[in-house]
């Protein structure tokens, strides 16, 4: 079965709108594993206007499951997971203003660049994941980094799914497959929610995990959170 990581940058946001700890993003994270998520993301960005820093070292103690940070690996950003090591860092080339994540590495033009940072992620132990697009030269060049797993970059699937247009699940399912045949795990996010998901899970072979946070806490607020992270699990079956 394909691993559930609950995103909990959204519950930030709203916490960091009013100021003061409510809602609480430690607690959150104790409650949706105890609801059934397999993992924890959290993507800190350097203004802090989510997650900050902080809860990145306050939540270590309270994710038993996978804990999975995702970020642009600026010296700050190193830092924190260097120390912290989590189960799994994801490397994310986002701009310091992007408002959220919109592309995937080149991993060919970068290849060096993330070959010294890989290394230092894996010289603690840590899984590394890279977010990349879904172009085959890309999962090629991922592949050359030393990368343990790629992320799919599913946005432009999410929205032409939501158009009607199935056929856009065919790069993702051809990418999957070489991933597979070379080595690296699969990984995906970005605009997955329950109307598409169980589509994307049955035509990516190997799937290991979904970090789904913006749609995931949405629908919570209609279903509930034990709710909606039970039916992903259902979803992902």
Request: proline share 5%.
């Amino acid at each position: 079965m394909t691993k559930l990581s609950v995103n909990i940058n959204k519950i930030a946001t709203l916490r960091n709108s009013r100021g003061g700890d409510i809602p609480n993003v430690v607690q959150f994270a104790k409650d949706v594993q105890r609801f059934g998520a397999e993992g924890v993301t959290i993507h800190p960005r350097p203004d802090e206007r989510h997650i900050r820093y902080q809860d990145a070292y306050d939540l270590k103690p309270v994710v038993y499951t996978e804990y999975n940070i995702e970020g642009n690996p600026i010296p700050k950003f190193m830092d924190m997971v260097l120390e912290i090591q989590p189960t799994q860092v994801t490397l994310v080339p986002d701009s310091i203003d992007t408002l959220t994540s919109n592309a995937g590495w080149d991993t060919i033009k970068h290849k060096e660049f993330l070959v010294d940072v890989i290394k230092q992620v894996k010289d603690k132990g840590i899984r590394t994941s890279i977010f990349v697009d879904p172009d085959l030269k890309q999962i090629e060049g991922a592949k050359a980094t030393g990368t343990d797993r790629i992320e799919l970059y599913t946005e432009a699937f999410a929205h032409q799914f939501s158009l009607g247009n199935k056929n856009a699940i065919k790069p993702y399912t051809e990418c999957a497959e070489l991933a597979n045949n070379i080595g690296l795990g699969v990984n995906a996010g970005h605009d997955l929610s329950l109307e598409n998901i169980q589509f994307f899970k049955q035509n990516i072979p190997g799937l290991l995990e979904v970090s789904i946070g913006h749609a995931l806490i949405a629908e919570s607020l209609y279903l509930g959170i034990e709710n909606v992270v039970n039916m992903y699990k259902n979803k992902l079956k």
